[in-house]
């Protein structure tokens, strides 16, 4: 199954004066997973596309932060 966020490790230098972010993510759009779009694709009411930003709900992904926990809080010092 595809996931939406994706995972990479980045090159950590010997010599970098900073302290490195080893791991670092991004997000995929859905359209990538769909090879096109098919006949009679279920839509939103017009007022919840607008919210949204599709009418099509297959190809709505709501951006979820990475450094946020399942609260709401970001980060280890809040």
Same mark, same amino acid.
């Given at each position: 199954?595809? +996931?939406?966020?994706?995972? &990479?490790?980045? @090159?950590?230098?010997?010599?970098?004066?900073?302290?490195?972010?080893?791991?670092?993510? &991004?997000?995929?759009?859905?359209?990538? @997973?769909?090879?096109?779009? /098919?006949?009679?694709? /279920?839509?939103? /009411?017009? !007022?919840? !596309?607008?919210?949204?930003?599709?009418?099509?709900? !297959?190809? @709505? !992904?709501?951006?979820?932060?990475?450094?946020?926990?399942?609260?709401?809080?970001?980060? +280890?010092?809040?």
């Amino acid at each position: 199954m595809h +996931t939406f966020r994706k995972r &990479y490790r980045t @090159y950590v230098s010997p010599f970098d004066p900073c302290p490195p972010i080893i791991k670092r993510t &991004y997000e995929t759009p859905p359209q990538l @997973y769909m090879g096109f779009q /098919p006949y009679g694709l /279920p839509q939103v /009411p017009p !007022a919840e !596309a607008l919210r949204l930003g599709t009418l099509w709900p !297959a190809l @709505y !992904a709501p951006y979820q932060s990475p450094y946020k926990d399942k609260y709401g809080r970001g980060g +280890t010092d809040e």
